[in-house]
């Protein structure tokens, strides 16, 4: 299967006919040989007449003009009936979810309802009466779930990109296990509007995808507020840049570290360790306490009762229609009282904020996607052990209202996959994207089960995007500075590291801690200062300059290639009693000094 970007460049060159790309998908389907992938599938001459009319009508501006796409199916699609993996649950819903409605308006074409986890309540893909998907990468595995047609669907090259739900994981498990990309929005991000929920405070529409390009040109296209859905949010998506030259990843303490008893994913894990310090990550080892214990109130706490009113109404009239391990799950023991709620909700609010203050000192965290690959044989012996174990790094993320992405890190020769999963404060999106680019692109996977390789990656920095403003910065904000989440936190994405022309004076300014750096230009002969350019929308400009304290303030910085750009400039009298600086020629590389001479002190 090629990718979203080669199959919308193809269609635009006039290289593909998209009812050929459409054909294609099915006959790539037919080929796989697994039934269990999709709950309804729509006819394929169906489809095609949707293709020749979109051909006929011309791309008119549609970003995902003719991209096919599976839906997963408790996300309501006008024309296919919704079951949530439950046949007396189905319904036939009047208008596409409101996720489903953007893509189809870009453009993309919707072959099929995926199957899933019943109610989305597992990670192991196997809860379902429609049967188990496969694993593509190998069939004596799970697949993940509960996303897990659509994971199978995208790893198997039957469609490049398709929509997963994640409330505890199931938008990342799958992906980690079958060697695809699985992007889990910032809670909010993506309108809910016609999904079937899970735990309706806390349910995102994920994306999976061969490439982290695919997953973010479908969420660059389903996201923004909804005014009539409740639980949207207006929060900034921003656009991945170029992966900054430095960047703070935590991970937990290797006595935190949980691989099942599996050496094969432990040393995984170290090795996508090691890949992510050659890409310029600084590995910051943390206390996961606050995170587990996060992770456990999720199915330990009230956001169990949730689910139930999801099921309230079916499992009173007819209990028999849910699955045995999903009763079990769900209405297997009584449901907390309000106390109990209140009391939950407020440790939730102590954990979160002590896991604020734990990522304060680290730009993202990384952690292995889940601990180890389960067996069909497994999942079967034990189905809730061996499923509370896949969600062991998953299951704290949104109670926290984190955004997460997950990527492939490795692939036995046995063809076992495993992947990591880079974690962020909502609103980081883009940052995560921007790295995940770069760490997908230094695997050298191929993409999913199709032994395809990565294709050659475009540049992806914003540089000259409309609508948006370019700032240097110099000091604390700089990738993997303490600073940095001002700006990813805005919007702001990295463009290009490069100098100031060699008449600008660094200083360390008086006061402190933290420390902070003064530039100046002058008539007499400095340096040339090493700064970042990082791109920003008006909104999170204006935000981040009514924010900058005296003497700093913006202005107009002259860059050793020609150009000029906005950026930290400091008032002269500012630098009195500071300390000259210039000679290392620039913020990161003065600080790196300071820090070596006191651990030589």
């Not at 030259?245 to 691989?259: C, K, M, N, Y």
């Not at 490795?410 to 680019?437: K, M, N, Q, S, W």
């Amino acid at each position: 299967m090629p990718t979203l970007a080669s199959i919308l460049a193809d269609h635009l060159t006039g290289g593909a006919q998209i009812a050929d790309t459409v054909s294609a998908c099915y006959a790539r389907l037919r080929a796989h040989g697994d039934e269990a992938i999709f709950i309804a599938l729509r006819p394929e001459a169906e489809v095609v007449a949707e293709a020749e009319r979109l051909q006929a009508e011309g791309p008119r501006g549609r970003r995902l003009w003719g991209v096919p796409i599976a839906v997963k199916d408790n996300i309501d699609v006008a024309g296919l009936p919704t079951t949530a993996a439950c046949p007396a649950f189905a319904y036939s819903p009047e208008q596409d979810a409101s996720a489903v409605a953007r893509l189809r308006a870009q453009g993309a074409i919707v072959i099929g309802k995926t199957n899933l986890d019943q109610f989305a309540t597992g990670l192991n893909g196997t809860r379902s009466p429609y049967g188990t998907p496969r694993n593509a990468m190998r069939g004596d595995l799970v697949p993940g779930g509960s996303s897990s047609g659509s994971a199978s669907a995208v790893a198997a090259g039957i469609v490049p990109v398709a929509l997963g739900t994640d409330t505890a994981g199931s938008g990342r498990v799958p992906a980690g296990l079958q060697n695809i990309v699985g992007l889990k929005p910032s809670v909010g991000l993506v309108p809910s509007a016609g999904l079937v929920p899970a735990c309706r405070t806390l349910d995102c529409i994920s994306v999976f995808g061969l490439t982290v390009e695919d997953a973010w040109a479908v969420l660059d296209v389903m996201s923004g507020l909804d005014p009539a859905d409740p639980f949207s949010r207006g929060l900034p998506l921003g656009r991945p840049g170029a992966a900054p030259p430095a960047i703070r990843l935590g991970v937990p303490r290797p006595a935190d570290r949980d691989f099942a008893g599996d050496p094969a994913a432990k040393a995984s894990f170290e090795a996508a360790l090691e890949r992510a310090q050659r890409l310029g990550a600084e590995i910051v080892t943390l206390d996961f306490t606050p995170f587990y214990e996060t992770a456990r109130l999720l199915y330990d706490g009230p956001w169990v009762a949730e689910r139930w009113l999801a099921i309230r109404d079916l499992y009173q009239r007819e209990p028999d229609a849910i699955l045995p391990v999903i009763r079990q799950v769900i209405a297997g023991r009584p449901l907390p009282d309000a106390a109990a709620a209140f009391a939950a909700r407020y440790r939730l609010a102590e954990l979160a904020l002590a896991a604020k203050a734990t990522l304060k000192s680290v730009d993202a965290l990384m952690v292995p996607t889940a601990p180890r690959p389960v067996t069909l044989t497994e999942m079967a012996a034990d189905p809730v052990g061996a499923n509370s174990m896949l969600g062991r790094y998953t299951n704290f993320v949104n109670l926290l209202d984190l955004c997460a992405l997950a990527l492939p890190a490795t692939l036995a020769h046995d063809g076992t996959a495993a992947g990591v999963t880079l974690i962020a404060p909502a609103g980081h999106d883009a940052a995560l994207a921007a790295f995940g680019r770069a760490f997908q692109a230094a695997s050298g996977l191929p993409l999913g089960a199709t032994e395809l390789p990565l294709p050659p990656q475009a540049d992806w920095p914003p540089s000259g995007t409309p609508g948006t403003i370019e700032i240097a910065v110099v000091g604390a904000h700089l990738s993997g500075m303490p600073l940095n989440g001002e700006l990813t936190s805005l919007g702001g994405c990295f463009v290009r590291a490069t100098t100031t022309t060699a008449d600008y004076h660094l200083y360390a300014l008086p006061g402190g801690p933290p420390m902070r750096p003064g530039l100046v230009r002058t008539a007499e002969r400095g340096g040339e200062i090493a700064v970042e350019i990082w791109s920003l929308p008006p909104e999170g400009f204006g935000r981040f300059v009514a924010g900058i304290p005296a003497p700093l303030g913006i202005g107009t910085l002259a860059l050793a290639d020609g150009t000029r750009v906005k950026g930290f400039l400091c008032e002269q009298i500012g630098t009195q009693d500071a300390r000259d600086i210039t000679g290392f020629g620039g913020w990161r590389a003065f600080v790196a000094a300071q820090s070596a001479a006191r651990a030589s002190a």
